[in-house]
């Protein structure tokens, strides 16, 4: 069973940063594709970002661009997503999930994370 752990999260005043952290019990996450997607109360869960399998694509929904940037360490099994300029719309628990291709939907996922709260205070 692939497990999928995020940490990172917390509360940050607008204009922060954090970095969120996506560890995973996976042999084989250096070849896997990996996303994150992000949800607030009463919202459906939107993507974000995702990587390749090897850090050398990466691509990210409109409305992060500039300002969030997804990284993979394959040695430790992990993927981060650091966020800079933090903005109280940013405030959501964010997902990590990995897959077996590069892509935005739901559906291009197989496992999931337990999900990290980020609250950005104005």
């Known amino acids: 069973q692939v497990q999928l752990v995020e940490s990172g999260g917390g509360l940050v005043q607008a204009g922060g940063s954090l970095r969120l952290s996506c560890a995973v019990s996976?042999?084989?996450?250096?070849?896997?594709?990996m996303g994150w997607f992000r949800q607030a109360p009463g919202k459906e869960r939107e993507f974000v970002g995702a990587?390749?399998?090897?850090?050398?694509?990466?691509y990210y929904t409109d409305s992060v661009k500039g300002r969030f940037t997804i990284s993979r360490d394959n040695a430790k099994n992990t993927v981060y997503l650091q966020i800079l300029s933090l903005k109280p719309e940013d405030t959501d628990i964010y997902y990590c999930?990995?897959?077996?291709?590069?892509?935005?939907?739901?559906?291009?996922?197989?496992?999931w994370g337990q999900g990290t709260q980020v609250t950005v205070s104005s």
């Open positions: 996976e042999r084989t996450f250096s070849t896997t594709c």
């Open positions: 990587i390749n399998w090897s850090g050398s694509m990466t």
């Open positions: 999930a990995a897959g077996e291709k590069l892509g935005s939907r739901f559906s291009d996922y197989n496992y």
